[in-house]
Nanobody, 120 residues
Framework: QVQLVESGGGLVQPGGSLRLSCDAS????????MGWYRQAPGKQRELVAV???????NYADSVKGRFTISRDNAKNTVYLQMISLKPEDTGVYYC??????????????WGQGTQVTVSS
């Protein structure tokens, strides 16, 4: 089992910046990848960024060049640095951890979410 706790959300003006943090606890040594997803009102949850144990990263096209995902393995924490924020970045941001059972199956763990609102 893995527990995830997000922090760092809030209200920011367009063009502003925020940094989200996600603290993991429990079976953290088993985690293969961590990432951030977001869900806007009336829309499906979508992948924002992911980072593997090896440090490989992947981003949604809509955030490339503006968002940076990183992790501190010693602290079991993953970060999402967001700059040049746009109103369309508004949503609830969820931290995610994946533990692979085999090459296909994996267990998903989710945090409770943190609200990001980009508005003037």
């Amino acid at each position: 089992q893995v527990q995830l706790v997000e922090s760092g959300g809030g209200l920011v003006q367009p063009g502003g910046s925020l940094r989200l943090s996600c603290d993991a606890s429990g079976s953290t040594a088993s985690i293969n990848a961590m990432g951030w997803y977001r869900q806007a009102p009336g829309k499906q949850r979508e992948l924002v960024a992911v980072i593997t144990n090896g440090g490989r990263t992947n981003y949604a096209d809509s955030v490339k060049g503006r968002f940076t995902i990183s992790r501190d393995n010693a602290k079991n924490t993953v970060y999402l640095q967001m700059i040049s924020l746009k109103p369309e970045d508004t949503g609830v941001y969820y931290c995610n951890a994946k533990i692979f059972r085999d090459s296909v199956k994996f267990d998903n763990y989710w945090g409770q979410g943190t609200q990001v609102t980009v508005s003037s």
